[in-house]
């Protein structure tokens, strides 16, 4: 028998209420802000009131027998009886065969609003794990915008809004405005999940957008980066390591009119090779006397310059650095020293024994050294991994441009590509070079993180036989078909 009830649940005792009985039941009577008086009924120990929701609830059972519990929406009593006719005619069309239950549990979703669903997944997403760890807050705030962004551009709804055609349009559109294709993928596949997320939430039937074409990425790439030079590398290692003492020592100069700001009339020289030098030793001398201080500056200096060492000799990502602790690093190991990469802190989900060089192995022990003789094995090996900026400014005083003529761009990621193009550049067969970068697919490694300007492609022309100069049995095959004899 379907009914309809409104939940009860206990408050606190509002303030100034006095017990009453009324009919033999204890009640709790008070005058509320609006000067009306109230009356309640008692919880069971007597110290708080029952407080009935607004909302009206429907208890039925469905085709299978269960006892069903459901929200109606309505606050007024006989439009959630509307409501749970509506629910039980649905029942009875499954009972009949009319329609399935999948179907009916999909009609159930209909009529409610598409970004309250988009809610609710990101709650899943919430909940979700991948590889062992948490869906990231990031992802979902940007999910929960190109999301909210495409279903408002297609003037979606409700989920029977979402039709193939709409966002295709939507598509062209954005290709038509220049955005990028790997952007307009990311649209794409944000809201291709969310349908198959409905689908299992048996919300949806079937996904409208089943054959929506991707874009072509690798024709349409915005954020190239580049590979360093051997020399570029040790310039920024030696700019990372001096930098932090070296910013001491920058002199003042006065700003352009244009540029001045209330009190704001000067600023400091910016860092470059020609001042740097200069620079580091008037920092020198100005913490001369704060040996503390500049003990900390150079610890930091020297932190950062292993960051960066360890990204090009090892290709670990930055996120996949800043989680290292001492204990996952092992010096002294049998045959060769080597990082232990676990499978939560790995970009792919899977551990990895990353070997080390013997002269990144010295640099670790002199780092490990100025912390202190005995250290936890849970402590962070990187207390400030550099970020963007930090990285931006050591390029800067190294004189590496950010951008090249051709439009890349040198990051902390590329660092890895580094890692991964000197791999190629000094021989390493394909295969080994995808082990040691930790990639999935050959492509990935020859493709993207090698920067064939620093591959030798010359010497390797230059290796060709000369094909103009014949060999010595063609030389004579020659001779004897223009004299017509062979010498004796």
């Not at 920024?236 to 700001?261: K, T």
């Not at 002269?359 to 962070?380: H, I």
């Not at 492509?443 to 000369?466: C, F, G, K, R, W």
Request: proline share 5%.
């Amino acid at each position: 028998m379907a009914t309809l009830y409104q939940k009860t649940y206990p408050i606190p005792m509002p303030t100034g209420a006095e017990i009453i009985v009324r009919r033999g039941e204890r009640l709790a009577r008070w005058t509320d802000g609006n000067g009306n008086v109230k009356t309640a009924p008692l919880s069971g120990n007597g110290k708080k009131i029952m407080h009935e929701a607004g909302c009206w609830y429907a208890r039925y059972r469905d085709a299978e027998g269960r006892d069903c519990r459901t929200s109606t929406g309505c606050q007024d009593k006989q439009t959630a009886a509307q409501v749970l006719a509506d629910l039980l005619a649905g029942l009875e069309k499954v009972k009949a065969g009319i329609i399935t239950p999948s179907e009916a549990k999909v009609a159930e979703h209909s009529d409610k609003p598409l970004l309250r669903h988009v809610d609710d997944y990101l709650v899943h997403l919430e909940a979700k794990r991948v590889r062992g760890r948490r869906v990231s807050e990031h992802y979902r705030r940007c999910l929960r915008g190109r999301l909210t962004r495409i279903v408002k551009e297609c003037g979606f709804h409700r989920l029977g809004d979402i039709a193939r055609h709409e966002v295709e349009r939507w598509l062209l559109k954005a290709e038509e405005a220049n955005m990028a294709a790997g952007t307009r993928n990311d649209y794409l596949i944000s809201i291709l999940a969310f349908c198959n997320w409905a689908i299992r939430e048996h919300r949806m039937m079937t996904n409208p957008l089943a054959g929506v074409q991707k874009a072509d990425c690798s024709s349409d790439r915005r954020h190239l980066r580049r590979a360093l030079t051997a020399d570029e590398v040790a310039a920024l290692l030696r700019a990372a390591r001096l930098r932090p003492v070296a910013e001491l020592g920058r002199q003042s100069v006065p700003l352009p009119e244009e540029d001045r700001c209330g009190r704001s009339s000067w600023t400091f020289k910016t860092l470059t090779p020609e001042n740097f030098d200069a620079c580091y030793q008037r920092g020198l001398k100005k913490r001369g006397q704060e040996s503390e201080r500049l003990e900390e500056l150079q610890m930091l200096g020297q932190e950062r310059a292993l960051f960066y060492l360890l990204a090009v000799s090892t290709g670990l990502r930055r996120k996949e650095l800043a989680s290292l602790t001492v204990g996952r690093i092992h010096l002294d190991a049998v045959p060769r020293a080597y990082i232990d990469l676990s499978a939560k802190d790995a970009k792919s989900g899977k551990g990895a024994s990353i070997p080390l060089r013997q002269d990144v192995v010295a640099e670790l022990r002199a780092f490990f050294a100025t912390r202190g003789a005995e250290l936890p094995p849970g402590m962070k090996v990187f207390r400030r991994p550099p970020r963007i900026r930090v990285f931006d400014a050591d390029l800067q005083a190294a004189g590496i441009g950010k951008t090249d003529p051709r439009g890349r761009v040198v990051d902390i990621h590329a660092l890895r590509h580094t890692f991964g193009t000197h791999l190629s550049a000094a021989g390493v067969h394909p295969r080994t070079a995808m082990a040691a970068m930790r990639h999935s697919r050959i492509e990935l490694t020859m493709n993207y993180y090698t920067d064939p300007i620093l591959l030798d492609v010359a010497s390797a022309v230059e290796a060709l036989p000369n094909f103009q100069a014949p060999s010595s049995s063609q030389a004579r095959t020659h001779a004897v078909a223009s004299t017509g004899t062979t010498s004796r």
